[in-house]
């Protein structure tokens, strides 16, 4: 049962995921802006962006992971 809701919670980070994509896209090409604030702004949110990605993109790779591992441990105690 645990295991089922550790997929699930991994299955809910793909939306999330796929925002922030959108969210980086659109700060991206605004780094084209000629206006300097919009520029400096956009600068401000690929960071936040990109920090955001990475820690989702983490906590479901490391989720993966332990799954794995309580998968293999059961499997050892039987």
Known sequence: ARMAKAAKRREALVPVLENLL?????????????DPPTRLKAVHGVCQVSVSYARVYEVGEIEGRLE?????????AK
């Not at 959108?22 to 000629?34: I, K, P, V």
């Not at 591992?69 to 050892?76: G, P, Q, S």
Request: a negative charge.
């Open 68 to 76: 794995e591992i309580e998968a293999r441990l059961a499997e050892v």
């Open 22 to 34: 959108d969210a980086m896209t659109t700060a991206h090409e605004l780094l084209e802006s000629e």
